[in-house]
């Protein structure tokens, strides 16, 4: 089975921190994705990446950087926290054309 | 730019009673279809997916969708629903070969006994 892993469940952060969220995969997938979920308004795209190295913004890139050193490794970066970022990430990757793979999420509060 | 519409953001229903979620899309060229899953407090899983050929696709837990491109629509359907099936469905859309995959806002289908 594709496992996709996030590196916490939850996660508790201060305003202006500098916060990574890694995520992992092990089916050698190309395609890797970190989203955003929020209640009424569905999974919002921040960045992808189909390659080691290569990154695109999706619909929600502001305040956020992404990392892609090595094909099964994805991180998001949130440069300065902010109140508005508290919510749930979700990581996912696939083949290209395929279904994605998710992760089990990660909740961020920033107080 | 593919887009896709959820037309409802919850429905309630009773146990044994039939269910459709609505899923509509937009995209001028061809493409990958997917509905997902997902229980409270968990992450998101695939139902069923249409990539090509028949346009009807059925998921081991007796849902069910069809892909009409004239309506450019996707939507599922289970004909007798458990309490068990309460979640939060969400429509998802890939034009081929593109890697971006966009999902709708969810609907969150609560099965009451």
């Known amino acids: 089975d594709v496992k996709v892993t996030q590196s916490s469940r939850y996660l508790v952060k201060r305003t202006g921190e500098k916060v990574f969220l890694e995520c992992v995969q092990d089916?050698?997938?190309?395609?890797m994705f970190w989203y955003r979920q929020d209640p009424g308004l569905g999974l919002r795209l921040i960045y992808f990446?189909?390659?080691?190295?290569?990154?695109e913004k999706g619909d929600i890139p502001e305040g956020y950087s992404v990392s892609r050193e090595k094909k099964e490794r994805f991180s998001l970066i949130l440069e300065s926290a902010s109140t508005n970022q508290t919510s749930m990430y979700l990581c996912a990757s696939s083949q290209q054309g395929a279904e994605a793979f998710f992760g089990q999420g990660t909740r961020l509060t920033v107080v | 730019a593919q887009s896709v519409t959820q037309l409802d953001s919850q429905v309630p229903v009773f146990e044994e009673a039939p269910v459709e979620l609505r899923c509509n899309y937009s995209?001028?060229?061809?493409?990958?279809l997917f509905w997902y899953v997902q229980y409270p407090n968990q992450g998101l899983q695939l139902l069923l997916k249409?990539?090509?050929?028949?346009?009807l696709v059925e998921s081991i837990n007796g849902f069910e969708a069809e892909f009409n491109k004239s309506q450019t629509s996707f939507h599922l359907r289970k004909p007798s629903v458990h309490i068990s099936d309460t979640a939060e469905y969400f429509c998802a859309v890939n034009r081929g070969s593109n890697y971006k995959l966009t999902f709708g806002k969810g609907t969150l289908l609560t099965v009451n006994p």
């Open positions: 089916m050698d997938h190309e395609n």
């Open positions: 995209s001028s060229v061809s493409v990958y």
């Open positions: 990446s189909y390659d080691v190295k290569m990154k």
């Open positions: 249409y990539l090509s050929g028949s346009t």
